[in-house]
């Protein structure tokens, strides 16, 4: 995989499609700075995040691991679709609120172990 490439497709399609780069992350969870990044060839999407990208941008995941369209990409595509598993609607971003009760919550979950542990280890359980 090319990132330069590939970055080239990811710009390309956002703007086609209308999309800002943060408007793009939002869609994905993400932040715009990783789009920024692929985009600019310094890093590339996860496995775990590209078939819901490619979908976003309407194009396969082949092609953006390619770094450029298919010529038959648009006729291969819808009937690619029935044998996939229908997708799961774009989950909702998180707003600052969530996120950070999300922090204080692993926050907390690591102060309670670590003070679990030395209750053990120091015999403070009695």
Known sequence: MDNARTGKLIAELRKEKGF?????????NLSNKTISKWESGAGSPDISIL???????????????RGQR?????????????TQAPSSPTKPPLTSAQKMER???A????????????????????
Do not use: R
Request: hydrophobic content about 50%; overall charge negative.
């Open 20 to 28: 800002t780069q943060q408007q793009l992350a939002d869609q994905l």
């Open 51 to 65: 078939t819901e990208l490619a979908d976003v941008l309407g194009v396969t995941a082949d092609e953006l691991l």
């Open 70 to 82: 298919s010529s038959a990409g648009v006729e291969e595509k819808p009937s690619e679709q029935p």
């Open 103 to 105: 922090a204080f919550i």
């Open 107 to 126: 926050l907390f979950a690591a102060v309670g172990a670590i003070l679990g542990i030395l209750a053990y280890n120091y015999g403070w359980l009695g």
